[in-house]
């Protein structure tokens, strides 16, 4: 496995930010200089804008656009703190960099900071390379929009509890109904598509947990769309079933099982039971289980995470450890999103009960990618809700709920050696425990996590400028549980459902100007 600062110098380049629209500074103004050294590369020339500063809103989504000179395509390379990024040319997720011109794509939900921009040419005989003048890129905080939700009309009664799988065009919102049967809801527009049921027969909740203990992926087959489904089965959570079968169509299929829990012991622990199991792209499946050494006292490594390979079908695979070298605790598996690429296998993880990390998909497996020794500020024997994502300039933020009430926002700078810091939280949250999980969301370039507390009081909406955590309640907005599918940063709506008393309502949230 990677270090963790090989991993951050290795990511750096990725987490800079996806093409957007919008102009960037128009002032005038030039570098001065000539080639030196005995070079034939000139020194490249960053002419506008004139200052050495550059200010950011944290929540900006349009593209930052630099007017250059002196610049070889292919040849010339773009510095970010120190780091080179390449030479961007043709135009790729962090940017693009032309002969004239240089665009920064930035995705919003930044956080304040100031980093450093570059250019950079080889250098010639002497070796000694040829850059420009630094700009500093300073990001300040956001703005501050409202919040409003419209729900509509009853749309399924007898809804237990729902789930969130995939982006875009391929997540799917799993409603969990009486008799082991779920409906399926794909993203469509600007809501969600009429639904598809499914059976998943023997479903048990993980203990304690509000959410379904199962997950959902549509993938690509040979051209056809095929669901695929995968459960916690059995009151003793001692196996996952899964299931595929075609999206068109009312196809059930017959379930077969994909991962057993193994022999008694495997190596020095006991597996007791699986919890959650949640997928990282189509193939992989990722399964929380528990190891005990001893029923009675707690030890680094109890709370493992499991890899299974799909297909399912024949005899059960057997789950492979993940991280297995590392005896520290991993848990807490939440949805997480990469702004920069969205399309990318990612998932959020607490790794020794106070720190977060990330799971991705590496040469075909799971891997944890460690980001920082901060602490998310959650009891770390406790359970927590997790969900995070990662923007341009190297932004990384991780939203946790504890069971116990307390939320918190944990920022961190990858592009600066993974400097971790609590994000100040403006205002204390309900004393009352969530009635389930955290919702991930963004708008107008702001990131938030959504927060159901059922009928005894409003979501709420933890949301981060850049500099601050602050709870934001949505008026008439009250849910068991939430779903939110707000990935675009330049939208200002996205759609949502909201459980309540059993019942499933369709509906939109909106960030408005105050």
Known sequence: MRSPRAALVLVAAALLGCAGGGEGPTTSGADTGSSGGGSDDPIPLILEP????????????????????????????VLLDDRVLGSLSPGTSVGALSSDSLTISLRGAMLAGAHTLELLNPGGESDDPLKSRRLTLSVGSGSRPDYVATLGALTLDGALSLTLDGHGEDALLGVLLADDVLALFRRTGGGWSSPRSAAVPGHAAAPGAAEPALSAALVDVEGELRLRLAWRQGADGGSIAAVEVPWAGDEVGSPGPLAEVPAPFVGAFEWVAYGRPRFLGGESLVVEARALVDAEVAHPGDRRLLHVRWPAGGDPA????????????????????????????LLAIREGGVSPAWLEVVAGAPQVRRSADGSLGSPPDGEVGLTALASSLGSQIFFAVGGDGSVTATGIDALHEGDATAIPLGAPPPALAPSAGPSLGILVGIPFAAIPYGDAERVHLAVVDGTSLRLRPVEGLHCDMIAVAAEDPDASAAPIACILGGELRLGELSAVEP
């Open 318 to 345: 057997a789950p492979a450890t993940i991280d297995a070298a590392a005896h520290t605790d991993l848990d807490g598996v939440g949805r997480a999103l990469d702004l920069l690429d969205p399309t990318r296998p």
């Open 50 to 77: 004139a200052d050495d500063t550059v200010s950011i809103a944290a929540d900006r989504w349009t593209p930052l656009k630099l007017r250059l000179a002196q610049v070889t395509p292919g040849v010339t390379q």
